[in-house]
């Protein structure tokens, strides 16, 4: 693509690429000079240069000039980098009938099953902190709302490979960040907001404030999915222009579950809407499931699948992958794994532990906390297992340059009566699990889900991911699940 395609008043320069990242080689790109938490692309021109930038967007005047290479000057940065970055892939998102989930907790699930299914009636892709998937392709994670280029670049990979719709988790710091303000929304949803990423926003005030940006931005003819049984949920629709579909179980709403039953490996529930009831069943199963199901469920039907069409396929939906993700090996106890990671995720989880174990069982709760994110939360997480388990085993989770075992420590100040142990290594303590696990007792091992990677102080190192380990450890004492 030319320059002048992208800007007024420029030369007739071939860009092939663009950079943010001073650090990647890029030829022939644009390099903008954004600002982040921590750097400002400002300080990082000559380098962008080296790696084969050709054309310099900044907002602030610069030391020097070189020769040869073409600076715009701009008010906002990350304003053009998003409008440029949409045209240079051929707006994208204007393409695909685009589904934004935005929330504290269930992002992942709801994205998940609007894509499988979506995929029944056009194909759809999904983008988040499970994976990058589309058609035959699954790609890694990148974060969970990808920076600029990224996500655009992904959009039109996904164009071009005939897919028709895209499910994209959108969280609080992308939003922030301003990474999807040139995505053409056409639904987005709002799960829940509870206690996360204050490290970041420093306030609940301007964690909401972050996830209402989504909803004030929408276009007229967009559809904005709430949760009226979130204190937040009409109060994040308040000022958007879109037209306003509400879910809940407590509170009356346009899609509201009015009885349902939850059991060990399914759920039946009765749906209320559009002056209707349906009787549904899923193998989704614990409460918080029901409002992930039920959002997406509002949201396919308000942007035109009838819940007829849905039924066959919500009976059996694709397992999400880490998420209330149930570890069948043949044992005669209970495993889940979750990547519950909040005060809220991880006390729903334990509530359903709670109504899946026998009152003469044990539950044996895993977690840790993240290093360098939220030090806040980890007392939280103590005071609420210390509530619904009856053993604790604390070790690491993403401990980044802090000690596995400070972190530990942090999360013990929050238990009180129930006994608990600290083996840093993941993999032993999902062993000890385990191991002293009787018939009929429920484990429950939260944070990573099926991350295959650990953050320590080198950066990621690779990592089996909770599902594949507690598979692994289970067999090697002796239970095996024979494939059907």
């Known amino acids: 693509m030319k320059l002048n395609e992208l800007f007024d008043q420029v030369g007739d320069i071939e860009i092939r690429s663009l950079m943010a990242d001073s650090r990647k080689k890029r030829p022939d790109s644009i390099f903008f000079c954004e600002k982040g938490m921590m750097n400002d692309g400002h300080r990082f021109v000559d380098q962008a240069i080296e790696n084969g930038a050709k054309v310099i967007v900044h907002s602030e005047d610069l030391p020097e000039k070189k020769p040869g290479i073409t600076y715009i000057k701009v008010k906002d940065v990350n304003q053009v980098y998003n409008h440029v970055a949409d045209a240079f892939y051929g707006y994208p998102s204007h393409g695909l009938l685009m589904f934004g989930v935005t929330g504290t907790n269930g992002k992942s699930t709801i994205s998940c099953v609007i894509r499988d299914v979506l995929n029944s009636y056009r194909p759809c892709g999904y983008i988040g902190t499970i994976a990058i998937q589309y058609g035959s392709v699954k790609l890694p994670p990148l974060l969970t709302t990808p920076d600029i280029d990224d996500l655009h670049g992904i959009l039109h990979d996904m164009v071009d490979a005939g897919i028709e719709a895209c499910a994209l988790e959108a969280s609080s710091i992308g939003i922030e960040q301003g990474r999807v303000d040139a995505i053409d929304f056409d639904t987005v949803i709002f799960t829940n907001l509870t206690h996360d990423h204050l490290d970041y926003h420093g306030t609940m005030e301007n964690y909401f404030q972050a996830k209402k940006k989504l909803f004030d931005s929408l276009k007229e003819d967009a559809i904005a999915v709430t949760n009226v049984d979130d204190p937040y949920g009409e109060k994040i ?98 495993v889940i794994v979750d990547f519950a990671h909040t005060p809220d995720g991880i006390e729903k989880l334990c509530q359903y532990a709670s109504a899946i174990t026998p009152k ?6 895993i977690t840790g906390s993240a290093g360098q994110r939220d030090t806040a939360k980890r007392p939280t997480f103590g005071k609420i297992m210390d509530k619904y388990a009856d053993m604790i085993i604390l070790t690491e989770d993403d401990p980044r340059d802090e000690k596995p075992i400070n972190i530990a420590n942090e999360i013990a100040k929050g238990i009180e009566s129930t006994p608990y142990i600290i083996i840093e290594d993941r993999y032993n303590a999902i062993r000890e699990a385990v191991e002293m696990c009787d018939a009929n007792d429920t484990i429950v091992i939260m944070g990573k889900g099926d991350e295959r990677f650990m953050y320590r102080e080198f950066g990621r190192e690779p990592y089996e991911g909770d599902d594949a380990v507690a598979r692994e450890v289970i067999r090697n004492y002796g239970f095996h699940q024979e494939e059907q």
């Open 360 to 365: 003469e069982n044990r539950i044996i709760a």
């Open 237 to 334: 629709v308040a000022d958007t222009k879109a037209r306003v579909v509400t879910y809940g179980i407590e509170h009356d709403a346009d899609y509201q579950i009015t009885r349902y039953q939850l059991r060990k490996d399914r759920t039946v529930f009765t749906l209320r809407c559009n002056n209707m009831e349906y009787e549904l069943e899923t193998n989704l199963v614990a409460k918080f499931n029901l409002y992930n199901l039920l959002a997406a469920i509002a949201a396919l039907n308000a942007s035109g699948i009838s819940i007829t069409q849905m039924l066959p396929k919500l009976k059996n939906l694709t397992q999400v992958e880490g998420r209330v993700q149930r570890i069948d090996e043949g044992q005669p106890f209970n």
